[in-house]
């Protein structure tokens, strides 16, 4: 059981940036594939972002690309979402997962943080 845990969201205005982080408790952190997902409230959860074990391979949604960035550090176990540019359609809460594969889709995580809310006003 990997148990993750969310931080660094809050109530920021448009045009600004924010660092997520997901701190995991497990030993083996590096043994794991790690996504960013959020859910805007009416609506479905939705895949951000996602990185490799190592972090040689990151990937993103369409709506943040060029504006997002997705790392890890794993002598910290710990995975990082920083955001440029925030918008207010990127309002939702967002969440970490892990998964020893990886994938955009939710199903393909088992393991999932509480998630950290993050409200961007216009």
């Known amino acids: 059981q990997v148990q993750l845990v969310e931080s660094g969201g809050g109530l920021v205005q448009a045009g600004d940036s924010l660092r997520l982080s997901c701190v995991a408790h497990?030993?083996?952190?590096?043994?794991?594939?790690v996504g960013w997902f959020r859910q805007a409230p009416g609506k479905e959860r939705e895949f951000v972002a996602g990185?490799?074990?190592?972090?040689?391979?990151?990937y993103y949604a369409i709506s943040v690309r060029g504006r997002s960035l997705i790392s890890r550090a794993n002598a910290n176990n710990t995975a990082f979402l920083r955001m440029n540019n925030l918008k207010p359609e990127d309002t939702g809460v967002y969440y970490c997962?892990?998964?020893?594969?990886?994938?955009?889709?939710?199903?393909?995580?088992?393991?999932w943080g509480q998630g950290t809310q993050v409200t961007v006003s216009p």
């Open positions: 990185i490799s074990q190592s972090g040689s391979n990151t």
């Open positions: 997962a892990a998964d020893r594969v990886g994938g955009i889709k939710s199903s393909d995580y088992p393991y």
């Open positions: 497990e030993r083996t952190f590096s043994d794991y594939a």
